[in-house]
Nanobody, 117 residues
Framework: QVQLVESGGGLVQPGGSLRLSCAAS????????MGWYRQAPGKQRELVAT???????NYADSVKGRFTISRDNAKNTVYLQMNSLKPEDTAVYYC???????????WGQGTQVTVSS
């Protein structure tokens, strides 16, 4: 059974940093485009960042220069380093795995990130 397990969320003050991790199991990780999405209360889920099978990264404008996505294919893990966090970054963050060719995708259960003083 495919599993994406996020970790690393929590409460942080504005300007602080967090590093999210998403460990994947039962998929051929290297052929999946990995992504992070987030959903704030009362809002739609939105794309935060993606990283291709060739390590090409894309970011939402709202996080460019502050967040960095990376992957470790040997560990089947994708990371999201979040710096200079703002209260508007508060949301549940979800990991996504999308097959590079087939119409197959998986979601993690989400991890809460709260930015507040």
């Amino acid at each position: 059974q495919v599993q994406l397990v996020e970790s690393g969320g929590g409460l942080v003050q504005p300007g602080g940093s967090l590093r999210l991790s998403c460990a994947a199991s039962e998929i051929r990780f290297s052929i999946y485009i990995m992504g992070w999405y987030r959903q704030a209360p009362g809002k739609q889920r939105e794309l935060v960042a993606t990283i291709s099978t060739g390590d090409s990264a894309n970011y939402a404008d709202s996080v460019k220069g502050r967040f960095t996505i990376s992957r470790d294919n040997a560990k089947n893990t994708v990371y999201l380093q979040m710096n200079s966090l703002k209260p508007e970054d508060t949301a549940v963050y979800y990991c996504n795995a999308k097959h590079a060719v087939a119409f197959v995708a998986y979601w993690g259960q989400g991890t809460q990130v709260t930015v507040s003083s």
